[in-house]
């Protein structure tokens, strides 16, 4: 299968008045292929986000470029859907809304913006709040309206920047499991950003595990894990022997 | 991808987040008071309605005025009492000369104040939006923040002759200065992950300026406007004291040459009164312009 997406000797420079340089990210290669699940998990400070961004087109690379499809990316597109880890929603517009946004600038008409909007905000179980504004919905609800928003506009590319980092233990898991469904009926390639081992694990197909200052690519992990993934999965002997690779990896990266 | 393909849910696939949505939504939009112990219970229920609020502001009123009247009908302060100030304001509104004076201030103080956003809003999205604009316009702004608008009344009256212009011209130009940095500032602090999240979505800079910026600077603007009508109050009252035929602040400096203690009193009370109905009203504007706020 050819690749999605391509990094090709991404590199990022930050100037910091008073002090050298610093590569956020150095010399950063990476295939993703077409429908693929990657997660990326790396400590802080190893240019996880800043690989992200770039890939959304929200930080331009101080040397090197990424690809998608073939095309390189110059900026941000809605065929590149970005979830934040702040969630990001409209404080002033409905989850209808929020989710219709992207449409409205597709130029929808808007009994198919309302269509497509309602579909989506059932698909993460939000229809009763369609009307409701975020500021009344939980954090594991305001992500779910994120994701619907972002999935709405048919995007190629879902990229997630830590997007269950704020929630608690419990809604991160059930997001995770709402992820994997949408993910397996919607076959998106996504790239998802973590400082979360099990959830690296969990999600991928495959793990990039990072390692910090400079910012780079340490390893791969491929994930042999059976889909749909379960409960019983999670607590396999195999996920837990992955699960102890990874973790070694990201945290003694000088032993493996 | 095509929509129509997947319009039909999957039951198995969101069973168990359809079940952890009543339990979030129950505590996500029903929340308990923080303070719900017995103890405070009455005290709470009273403050709680709407009406009950009401109803301890307009006791703590009468009181004030009871206080006022045992004060001064006693002789104990030169003041004029409560009934003498009332039977002055029954006369001034019999002969209209209370109506007349409200009248005027109120059309110069709208005007200015109108103007004046009318004007800073525009100002104060272009300095937060575009940098040249910014570095063009900060200094002047910043400026004449600095020299109160009743010092431009001298100048004002100089050069623009002792009709409504120069009052209304001093009232534009202090709800302006309040209004524009307020705007500017709400440009500036707009959350730049929401402008990320509608560039991502395809969002180009027009629409993100029109669905974005303007929307999450409403509170800002708000403020401004907000502060802008006090100045602007502040400024016509004493616009109206140093150079005026007519309105509230003319009818008090008149007041002092008679040693007429009611009618300043008149006036005072309904400087008063004005200006909280405007900020009642911008309020219930602001209230319903920025309602999707998250308020402590």
């Known amino acids: ?127 009763d709040f369609a009307g409701a504004l975020p500021k009344t919905l939980s954090g594991g609800m305001k992500q779910r309206c994120a994701i619907a928003r972002a999935y709405a506009v048919n995007p190629k590319i879902l990229l997630m920047d830590e997007p269950f980092g704020a929630l608690d233990a419990l809604t991160r898991v059930q997001l995770q499991d709402q992820l994997l469904a949408m993910w397996s009926r919607e076959r998106r390639t996504v790239v998802f950003i973590t400082h979360d081992v099990d959830e690296a694990v969990y999600l991928a197909n495959r793990v990039v595990v990072m390692a910090a200052r400079p910012g780079r690519l340490h390893r791969v992990v491929d994930v042999d894990l059976p889909f749909p993934r379960t409960e019983d999965i999670r607590l396999s002997a195999a996920f837990a022997a992955l699960r102890n690779e990874v973790w070694r990896s990201v945290y003694h990266p000088a032993l493996n | 991808m095509t929509l129509a393909a997947s319009d039909r849910p999957d039951p198995a696939a969101f069973r168990r ?18 303070e719900d112990t017995a103890g405070n219970a009455a005290q709470r229920s009273l403050l709680d309605r ?19 009247g045992l004060f001064t009908t006693e002789g104990m302060v030169g003041l004029p009492t409560p009934l003498e100030v009332g039977r002055q304001a029954v006369v001034q509104a019999k002969n209209g000369l209370l109506w007349s004076d409200a ?25 937060g939006w ?45 709800s302006f200065l309040s209004s524009v940095v307020a705007t500017y500032q709400g440009v500036v602090n707009v959350d730049k992950t ?19 910026v303007v929307p999450a600077s409403l509170p800002y603007i708000m403020v401004g406007v907000r502060i802008g009508l006090g100045s602007s109050w502040a400024t016509v009252v004493a616009a109206e004291l140093i150079a005026a035929q007519s309105g509230l602040g003319f009818r008090m400096q008149q007041a002092q040459l008679y040693y007429d203690l009611p009618t300043i009193f008149v006036s005072l009370i309904s400087i008063g009164v004005l200006g909280l109905l405007m900020d009642r009203v911008v309020l219930a504007i602001d209230g319903f312009l920025t309602a999707w706020q998250e308020k402590l």
Not at chain 1, 26 to 54: H, I, M, R
Not at chain 2, 194 to 212: C, E, S, W, Y
């Open chain 1, 1 to 127: 299968m050819t690749a999605k997406i391509s990094f090709r000797n991404v590199t990022k420079t930050y100037a910091v008045a008073g002090q050298a340089p610093f590569n956020a990210i150095e010399d950063f290669n990476l295939d993703v292929a077409d429908g693929e699940f990657v997660t990326v998990v790396g400590p802080s400070g190893c240019g996880k986000s800043t690989a992200l961004n770039v890939a959304a087109g929200l930080v331009r690379p101080s040397s090197g470029g990424i690809t998608v499809d073939g095309a390189r990316v110059e900026g941000p597109g809605p065929e590149r859907g970005v979830i934040f880890q702040q969630y990001a929603l409209f404080p002033w517009l409905t989850v209808r809304q929020n989710v219709e946004f992207g449409l409205r600038i597709a130029g929808h008409r808007r009994d198919e913006r309302r269509r497509i909007a309602d579909h989506f905000i059932d698909l993460v179980g939000l229809t």
């Open chain 2, 17 to 34: 987040p359809r079940l952890t949505r009543s339990a979030e939504g129950k505590t996500a939009l029903a929340p308990a008071p923080l």
């Open chain 2, 50 to 68: 709407r009406a009950g609020r009401l109803a301890i502001n307009v006791l703590a009123v009468v009181a004030g005025i009871l206080i006022w």
């Open chain 2, 103 to 127: 009248a005027a201030s109120l059309a110069r103080v709208s005007s200015g104040f109108l103007l004046g956003i009318a004007v800073a809003i525009p100002i104060g999205f272009l300095m």
């Open chain 2, 130 to 174: 575009y940098r040249l604009a910014r570095a063009v316009i900060e200094p002047y702004v910043q400026f004449f923040r600095t020299i109160p608008p009743l010092a431009i009344i001298p100048l004002a009256i100089v050069t623009l002759g002792i009709e409504e212009t120069p009052k209304i011209f001093v009232i534009f130009l202090s």
């Open chain 2, 194 to 212: 929401l402008i990320n999240a509608a560039r991502v979505l395809g969002a180009g800079d027009f629409t993100i300026f029109r669905r974005v």
